[in-house]
């Protein structure tokens, strides 16, 4: 289904005096509302957030995004989808520091949020319920990760989080995976440990803009 680029909605929230940010990537037939106030409660007196629509109108829920064509065999609309999330970051870095921008992704946001961490220096990655593209691979130590999955999850198995921490450790990244009693979703008893590890990664002083 081609993307229609027009409706990759930029939403922002949180306190824009303050320095630190955080980009939210939606999951799989959600949309860019979707996480917003959580991102709000997460980033509350630390700065910022925007959340990011996907490209893609999903095939089946009115209203809803995808990122690429997930039931397409190999995904073969991955490579542009994260080709052109690369580049709205970058974009959003002319306006904060890579060190006090920080992503998080739920399900299919969050394997773009991987991809993320593969490729900017960004101050750390929090990527929820997800899993590896093919041939995902980190050529270099990737920004610190934390890692949520619930043991419960019949829609991306926790299986797919366990081959992320895999792949960060092979490569030398400072990375810890947090497992609950949880079904897809982003669980309550996890968002003080994604708070605090915001607080140890977002680097919160003015910084110089040429970063």
Do not use: N
């Amino acid at each position: 289904m081609p993307g229609d680029t027009q409706l990759a909605v930029t939403l922002h929230g949180g306190d824009p005096t303050a320095p630190g940010r955080l980009v939210l990537l939606h999951g799989w037939g959600a949309d860019a509302h979707d996480l917003l106030d959580l991102g709000e409660v997460l980033m509350r007196g630390m700065g910022d957030v925007v959340a990011l629509g996907a490209p893609e109108a999903h095939p089946s829920i009115p209203g809803g995004r995808q990122w690429y064509d997930i039931d397409a065999p190999g995904w073969p609309g991955a490579g542009a989808a994260v080709d052109a999330l690369t580049a709205r970051l970058r974009a959003l870095a002319e306006e904060r520091p890579w060190k006090s921008t920080a992503v998080l992704g739920f399900s299919q946001g969050a394997a773009m949020a991987m991809e993320l961490a593969r490729a900017l220096p960004l101050a750390g990655v929090v990527a929820c319920s997800g899993y590896p593209h093919q041939h995902l691979a980190f050529a270099a130590p990737p920004p610190p990760l934390l890692l949520i999955h619930g043991d419960g999850d019949a829609v991306v198995p926790p299986l797919a989080s366990q081959r992320l921490l895999e792949l960060a450790r092979e490569a030398g990244g400072a990375v810890e995976l947090l497992r609950y009693p949880a079904e897809h979703t982003i669980p309550t008893a996890a968002l003080g440990p994604i708070r605090g590890f915001l607080e140890r990664v977002l680097v919160l002083t003015a910084v110089d803009p040429g970063h």
